[in-house]
């Protein structure tokens, strides 16, 4: 028991990436565990697994993370990554 209520999360905030291949959570696992969070942004990739999502989508996520976290801190205007360009 953590204390957190799945009724009680803002799912529109939720992004969720998945590989179809994850050995570790299979895709049915996470197709029904997502239907929780009506609202979720989601996004499965059918070639790739737990580790090869990251290794070749992990530049997107990084993005699409950040620029969720700079959109919601009203004191946070943009974010540099480490090659110097702004999100």
Same mark, same amino acid.
């Given at each position: $028991? !953590?204390?957190? $209520? =799945?009724?009680? =999360?803002?799912?529109?905030?939720?992004?969720?990436?998945?590989? @179809?291949?994850?050995?570790?959570?299979?895709?049915?696992?996470?197709?029904? /565990?997502?239907?929780? #969070?009506?609202? @979720?942004?989601?996004? #499965? $990739? *059918? +070639?790739?697994?737990? &580790?090869? =999502? &990251?290794?070749?989508?992990?530049?997107?996520? !990084?993005?699409?993370? !950040?620029?969720?976290? @700079? +959109?919601?801190?009203?004191? %946070?205007?943009? =974010?540099? %990554? *480490?090659?110097?360009? /702004? !999100?």
């Amino acid at each position: $028991y !953590l204390g957190i $209520y =799945i009724s009680n =999360i803002d799912a529109s905030k939720i992004q969720v990436w998945h590989g @179809a291949l994850d050995n570790q959570v299979k895709e049915a696992e996470m197709r029904e /565990l997502i239907k929780q #969070f009506t609202g @979720a942004k989601v996004t #499965f $990739y *059918p +070639n790739e697994g737990h &580790i090869s =999502i &990251i290794v070749n989508h992990g530049k997107e996520i !990084l993005e699409t993370s !950040l620029r969720a976290m @700079a +959109n919601g801190r009203q004191d %946070c205007q943009r =974010i540099r %990554c *480490p090659n110097g360009d /702004l !999100l």
